[in-house]
């Protein structure tokens, strides 16, 4: 299962080659080109001079941590790649560098904490990463300062039709992204598997700046805080309740004529949807859609419960569904109906 493969897989920002790999390995024979440029950003190409220029895009990058110091006792100091909330970190299985040494994120004991200690969460200062070893010397002859540090888990089946794992964000894009490119369509597409998006959405602009496409379509995965604690109405997106359609972010307002491609397509073909209820946070939509003179993009989620987590959940009929849409998006672009005069005309 691609799906689980890459999730699996480690690719903190910055160092997604391991995920790289898996996609080349995956899309073989499927495009007429197939290249990386000097950020790291994965490119396959098919389909040239045929209708729009279409760009799909999926980021491979995913939350971590990185080394930048070492205690005499053979303990790793770390920050954080990416937004992490303190509060998953601590006692969790990891893996680091490229020999993927495993460790386990510690901290003082909970026996040993003052009272007031025991009411916050612990903050990344105060945390290390413990290799089980007993001195520096012997900690830096199995890892280097620089080294990213990954979240370790597996990725398994859970209660209705849902899986339980790590990376979800957004790895779950781009097991769709691959499965679509092996489709075909009237189209010039380039599907893209961007880098660092956690660290500031650096490679989707590079990425739209070189294809220039007509058009960008990007799927992400998004929180989904249907849980207790949070109003229904505050739920950003509800599992299971199909994929979400972004009107706006912290980088990205949704033009209305993506708006109504996406939902009058997800109705004709009685795909079940939702929209995002959160504007907070960036995503590659927003660095995309406003390189060269504007580029007409839209932005479509799967919902994922604890993301930023070793332990997310994510339903696999939101992920059926998003593809769904996706590919009925891209069959109606083929066909002439969406025009590029975003400000006079809407959906034929």
Do not use: W
């Amino acid at each position: 299962m691609l799906l689980k493969r890459l999730t699996e897989a480690y690719g903190v920002s910055g160092d997604e080659g391991d995920i790289r790999d898996i996609l080349k390995e995956e899309l073989s024979g499927h495009a007429d080109e197939v290249y990386t440029d000097a950020l790291g950003n994965l490119f396959f190409r098919k389909g040239k001079g045929r209708g729009p220029k279409v760009m799909l895009a999926a980021h491979m990058d995913e939350i971590g941590l990185i080394v930048v110091g070492f205690e005499k006792s053979g303990l790793l100091r770390v920050h954080k790649v990416g937004g992490i909330d303190d509060r998953v970190l601590v006692s969790k299985p990891v893996v680091v560098g490229k020999n993927k040494v495993p460790g386990v994120i510690g901290a003082k004991a909970v026996h040993l904490q003052k009272p007031s200690e025991r009411k916050k969460a612990i903050k990344i200062e105060n945390l290390y990463i413990d290799l089980g070893v007993r001195s520096q010397d012997e900690a830096e002859k199995l890892v280097s300062l620089g080294d990213y540090v990954s979240l370790s888990a597996k990725t398994r089946e859970a209660g209705d039709n849902c899986l339980i794992g790590k990376a979800f964000d957004d790895r779950v894009g781009c097991a769709i992204l691959a499965e679509l490119f092996k489709e075909d369509f009237d189209l010039d597409i380039t599907a893209v598997f961007t880098v660092q998006e956690e660290v500031g959405l650096r490679g989707s602009g590079v990425a739209a700046y070189s294809i220039h496409p007509d058009v960008a379509i990007v799927v992400e995965s998004t929180s989904a805080s249907d849980v207790v604690g949070t109003k229904d109405a505050s739920h950003v997106t509800t599992l299971g309740g199909g994929p979400a359609i972004t009107l706006m972010d912290a980088s990205y307002i949704a033009p209305q004529v993506i708006i109504d491609l996406f939902v009058q397509t997800a109705e004709k073909l009685g795909i079940p949807h939702q929209f995002r209820r959160l504007t907070t946070s960036g995503t590659d939509a927003g660095k995309i859609a406003q390189t060269h003179a504007g580029i007409l993009t839209g932005l479509v989620s799967v919902p994922c419960r604890y993301i930023h987590s070793p332990a997310s959940i994510i339903n696999i009929n939101d992920v059926q569904n998003t593809s769904r849409l996706v590919k009925g998006v891209l069959n109606v672009i083929a066909e002439g109906g969406l025009t590029l005069e975003t400000t006079t005309e809407k959906i034929k």
